[in-house]
Every structure is written in C-alpha cells, then in structure tokens.
C-alpha cells in the first residue's frame, strides 16, 4: 500500500494531445504576462530551460530575446506546434518531448529554469520538479515559477481544482532551500 495519491491524469500525453489538436493556440503565441513583466531577468545568451513548455508561447518568446532555450514538453501535439512557432518567428528552440520524470536534467548546465503553470504535477511531482530545476542550474542561476495559488480555485477560469496542485510558498520550501525568493 501506498500513501501517494492518485496521479492527476490517467493518460497525461493523451489528454494533452487531445487539447492542442488543430491549428489553434490553446494558450495564445503570446508569452504569459508574468514572465514577460519579469523579461529584464532574462538577458542575451543566457541559456534557459523551459519546462512542460506545451505550444511554446515562453519559449519561443525567450528565444526571440537572444536566449539560447530548451524546452520539453509530455505532449509531442504540443511541441510539434512549438516547432512550427519557432520556425515562424525566425528564432531557435531546441524542443525534445519527454516527461518531466524522465527528462535528461544537466547539472550546472542553464542559467534560468522557467516553470508556468504545472499544476499536473501533485506535490511530489512538483518537489522532484523543483529540485531537478535547482540541480541543473549554474551558480548564481535562478528558477522562475508562475503557478496558480488556490484563489484560483474560487474564480473557476482555469487550472485543475484541485488544491493539491496549487503553488503556494511552501511549495518551494524543502526542494528549493538555500534559494532566496522574489515575487
Ligand atoms: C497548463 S499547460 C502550460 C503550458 C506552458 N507552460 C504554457 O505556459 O503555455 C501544462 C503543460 O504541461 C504538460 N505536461 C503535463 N504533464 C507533464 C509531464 N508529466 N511532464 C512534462 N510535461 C507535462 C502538458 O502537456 C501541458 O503542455
């Protein structure tokens, strides 16, 4: 027997396949405004990864500022259209899709590590998150996470509702000690 909860989705790569069929940008080609309000974090030639990176809007962005990006996504759907975005803009991501639990995370290798809205992840798939993006930072490197806290789950507009899923302060606590915060 075990303690863990269930996994949030029975099929994760399947039902987010099943969300960015067609040509449609489920989450827009724009980048989400938080991470563009923090662009002057980012700068030239950093090398950034960005996790669960679905169709590409940050990372695409990301490239656009003269980043070198990586990026992965569980959803080939969802990658194969980052490609395509990238292509358009002229800029170069190299995407790969792969779970989170089984992507190659390179020690020291990136200077940021983006993370917006992973609420498939329960808290011990989001602590192992954490953790691998601190692990694969350079010194002086640093995680830039947007997620939802459970205020969202009042106003019902998106996101899971579960409040498991939700990132609050303590999210970061254990996996991303010795790290300083900013919001
Ligand atoms: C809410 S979307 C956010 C996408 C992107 N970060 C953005 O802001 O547009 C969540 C993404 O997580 C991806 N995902 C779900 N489970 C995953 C897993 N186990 N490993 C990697 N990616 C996963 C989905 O395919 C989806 O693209």
Request: aromatic share 10%; hydrophobic share 35%.
């Amino acid at each position: 027997m075990t303690s863990e909860a269930p996994p949030l989705f029975e099929d994760p790569a399947g039902t987010w396949n099943a969300r960015y069929e067609g040509s449609e940008f489920r989450f827009g080609t724009t980048p989400n405004a938080w991470l563009e309000s923090h662009g002057s974090l980012f700068q030239p030639d950093q090398r950034v990864l960005c996790v669960a990176d679905g169709e590409g809007r940050n990372s695409v962005w990301l490239a656009g500022r003269g980043l070198e990006v990586d990026a992965f996504d569980i959803a080939e759907a969802g990658v194969a259209k980052a490609r395509r975005l990238a292509v358009e803009r002229g800029v170069k991501v190299n995407c790969t899709v792969s779970d989170c639990d089984s992507f190659t995370w390179q020690p020291r290798h990136y200077d940021a590590v983006v993370i917006v809205f992973i609420q498939f992840a329960d808290p011990a798939k989001r602590a192992r998150i954490f953790a691998n993006a601190k692990r694969c930072l350079k010194p002086g490197g640093f995680v830039a996470v947007q997620g939802y806290t459970t205020k969202q789950l009042e106003y019902k507009t998106g996101g899971r509702r579960a409040s498991r899923t939700c990132t609050r302060k303590r999210c970061f606590g254990r996996p991303l000690a010795t790290c300083r915060s900013r919001s």
